[in-house]
Each structure stands twice: as C-alpha cells, then as structure tokens.
C-alpha cells in the first residue's frame, strides 16, 4: 500500500540526478525556518509527462548546465564534483531513498556520495557502499520490493497532480517554486504570502498566448 502526498504540508521534491538539487540542499540552513517534507520523484517521468526535452539532451545546453553547476557551486562555497557520467540512472538511490523513509540527513548523504565524492551510485559496487553509508546494508534487495517500487510511482504521479515540472521544487502555500535560484523567491513568499494575490501577479498568471495552434 502506498502513501499519497500531503499537499497541505510544505514539501521539497527531488532526483538525485540534479547538481542543482544538490546545490540547493546544501544551502538548507537558508531555508524557511519550518520543516518541508523531502519527497523523491522521478525528473525523466516528469519531463515525458510535460513533453519536455531534458537539458541534457541538447549538446550546447548540457555543456552549459555543467558549468553552471560548478559556476554555482565555487560561488557559494559547496564542494562538488561530478560523478563520472551524466545523466546516471538514479532509479536505485531513489528507491534506497524510499525504502529508508529518508529525513533530509539521510537524503543529504546520498546527495554528498554522488556530488560532492564524485561516484556513480548506478554501478553495484558504489551502491552498495552508499547503502552501508546510510544503514542500510541490505539496501539492494529492500528496493526490489513492489511496494517501494509503488510508493516511488506514487509519488510521482502525486507531484505531477500538483504541477510539478522539475526538480528541485518547493511546494508552498498552494504554489510552486522551481530551480536552485528560486530560494530568494521562496524566501520572500514565506514572508509575504499576499504577494501572490498582487494584482500584477494575478494578470501575469493568467496571461493568454499569443501563439496560434
């Protein structure tokens, strides 16, 4: 049996895939002073649902993506370092994420075992290190479980019921916050919640395209 996401609570979603994710992670002392729920979901499904390319897919894009990253990172002081290819497939360490009902520590760990040590958490033998790193020794056959497997749909299915698009995002209030560089955004909406009601914000929301087709 799985377990449906609680909308009225401030959730976090997240892939492993992502530097960005774990650029944002890192900067968790500058959150909002409450707890969100960090919630793991699967950015390739979310991109096939929206009909999105991923940014990796366009040679000239990722090429830019990674520099970002690591532009970001040296800018804020994270260590970072690639793992040896991207994209991985992060299909296990979500599941591991699942199956520990993972905090945001233990999420944190596994983001800092991919992005900050560099390893491929896709090959057998770094996996089940990373499953001894976070208790979780018997790791590789806990996500062969159905219900983990089912959980991790779910939640997917669930984020993309809310809208969600990417990751990393925030869910506050109702609203989504997309991107490493959306925090000063999340920031001032969990202080000033009305400015969403704004009235220029109101029209900008609901602007008509003016593409045919």
């Known amino acids: ?22 650029l944002l992670l890192e900067q968790h002392d500058k959150w909002p002073g409450f707890p969100f729920v960090v919630t793991p979901v699967v950015l390739n499904d979310l991109y096939q649902h929206w009909g999105q390319r991923p940014a990796y897919g366009v040679a000239a894009k ?7 990253a690591l532009f970001r990172a040296d800018q804020l002081g994270i260590p970072f370092k690639m793992p040896p290819a991207h994209p991985f497939d992060s299909t296990r360490p979500l599941l591991l994420a699942v199956a520990a009902k993972a905090d945001i520590n233990c999420v944190r760990e596994i983001f800092r075992f991919i992005w900050r040590e560099g390893r491929d958490p896709s090959s057998d033998e770094a996996f089940a290190e990373l499953c001894e790193r976070v208790g979780l020794p018997d790791g590789p056959e806990l996500i062969q479980q159905e219900e983990v497997k089912a959980q991790l749909r ?11 698009f990417g ?3 925030f869910w506050l209030n109702d609203q989504l916050f997309w991107g490493e560089d959306a925090l ?6 969990a202080r000033t919640p009305n400015w969403l009601e704004s009235k220029e914000v109101k029209r900008i929301s609901s602007l008509p395209s003016g593409l045919k087709g």
């Not at 779910?154 to 969600?164: E, F, K, P, Q």
């Open 62 to 68: 990722r090429v830019f993506m990674y520099r970002h």
């Open 154 to 164: 779910r939640n997917t299915a669930d984020a993309i019921a809310l809208g969600v």
């Open 184 to 189: 000063p955004m999340v920031l001032y909406c």
């Open 1 to 22: 049996m799985t377990d449906g996401i609680d909308a009225t609570q401030p959730l976090w979603f997240y892939d492993f895939v992502s530097p960005f994710t774990y």
């Open 167 to 169: 990751v990393p995002t």
